[in-house]
């Protein structure tokens, strides 16, 4: 089974800083690696598809890099509306498994 | 535009089996380009894939959980089915379906793009 981790587990940031996360996998996934963003009482929602694409309507300050077992997620200039649990996702090999999630708020 | 909307009891008692729905609406169940999966959530922690199953039937279960779940799909409905057996107070959680993409190209499942609300399930006596 493949097993992912992530850090910081949370973060506190000024408006404006950019904030990056980190997710690991316990081998080599390729560019097999959703982020989701999840606010309190709701669904998660899709940000990045395939380590580095923006999903359709998703705002331009949020990117994702990276390949292999090393992947980044970066928000350019945190908002307000941007205070959310964010997690990486894997899809290798026809099974799935999320990180263990990083929770962002504001400083 | 495509909508899922999970069902079913909000109480389950400890040994029974858990059982919901997910309804597809706003679509066809039945697209070659989609699996259709559940996701649980308990209580403040983080997501836990459950399984995904494709309109043909074809199933893929988490390991942790494959000899508790059975995931089944009524095509006739655009629904699908979870079933969790032998719950306990740690399959307590909030339930969610999404749609899950796949590539049957290269084989390879892709993102979970659309979600349901999800659906509270407390295992106690």
């Known amino acids: 089974d493949i097993q992912m981790t992530q850090s910081p587990s949370s973060l506190s940031a000024s408006v404006g800083d950019r904030v990056t996360i980190t997710c690991q996998a316990s081998q080599d996934i390729s560019n097999y690696l959703n982020w989701y963003q999840q606010k309190p009482g709701k669904a998660p929602k899709l940000l990045i598809y395939?380590?580095?694409n923006l999903e359709t309507g998703v705002p331009s300050r949020f990117s994702g890099s990276g390949s292999g077992t090393d992947f980044t997620f970066t928000i350019s200039s945190l908002q307000p509306e941007d205070i959310a649990t964010y997690y990486c996702?894997?899809?290798?090999?026809?099974?799935?498994?999320f990180g263990p999630g990083t929770k962002v708020d504001i400083k | 535009q495509l909508q899922l909307q999970e069902s079913g009891p909000g109480l389950v008692k400890p040994s029974e089996t858990l059982s919901l729905t997910c309804t597809v609406s706003g679509g066809s169940i039945s697209s070659s380009s989609y699996y259709w999966g559940w996701i649980r959530q308990p209580p403040g922690k983080g997501l836990e894939w459950i399984g995904s199953?494709?309109?043909?039937?074809?199933?893929y279960y988490n390991p942790s959980l494959k000899s508790r779940v059975t995931i089944s799909v009524d095509t006739s409905k655009n629904q699908f089915s979870l079933k969790l057996s032998s719950v306990t107070a740690a399959d307590t959680a909030v339930y969610y379906c999404?749609?899950?993409?796949?590539?049957?190209?290269?084989?390879?499942?892709?993102?979970?793009?659309?979600w349901g609300q999800g659906t509270m399930v407390t295992v106690s006596s």
């Open positions: 996702q894997q899809y290798d090999n026809l099974q799935v498994t």
């Open positions: 199953i494709y309109y043909s039937g074809s199933t």
């Open positions: 999404a749609r899950l993409g796949y590539s049957s190209g290269w084989y390879r499942f892709e993102a979970f793009d659309i």
């Open positions: 395939d380590a580095s």
